[in-house]
């Protein structure tokens, strides 16, 4: 595998990682939201999930990245609160709220944080690898 699958790799990685904490990072900003984009009151967000898949990266089979494939929505229900004053509530009482579980999302953020900061390492390592061999080659 050469250096540059290596950092092909890691960028890979770097990509997929930052979808993956733009998705957690709009899950919590809506964990309270009970209108759709449009104002549609009664449907309120929906909770979304990044999908990953092993991509090839070189012309090793030893050489794979991740790439994303697909942003789904889990089928998890709605929570309802009976809150008869809210504006949003229906006709008896109750709003529904989306299904955002704030620590798991906030543990996928720190997760998918330090797997990016594992693959800038990568990235760094490769690139100071390849400078070292060009100093070699000079002397």
Not at 24 to 49: F, I, V
Request: no cysteine; proline share 6%; glycine share 6%.
């Amino acid at each position: 595998m050469s250096v540059f699958d290596t950092i092909r790799i890691a960028a890979s990685g770097l990509t997929a990682e930052r979808l993956r904490m733009d998705v957690a990072a709009s899950n919590l900003a809506n964990a309270q939201s009970t209108r759709t984009q449009s104002g549609q009151a009664g449907q309120p967000y929906q909770e979304e999930a990044v999908v990953f898949e092993a991509q090839q990266m070189g012309p090793m089979a030893a050489a794979q990245g991740v790439s994303a494939i697909a942003i789904v929505e889990p089928p998890k229900p709605n929570i309802r609160t009976y809150d008869p004053t809210n504006p949003d509530a229906d006709a008896n009482g109750f709003v529904n709220y989306p299904n955002v579980d704030v620590a798991s999302e906030m543990t996928d953020m720190m997760g998918a944080a330090r797997s990016y900061q594992v693959n800038a390492t990568v990235a760094q390592a490769a690139k100071q690898q390849a400078l070292d061999a060009i100093d070699l080659g000079k002397a």
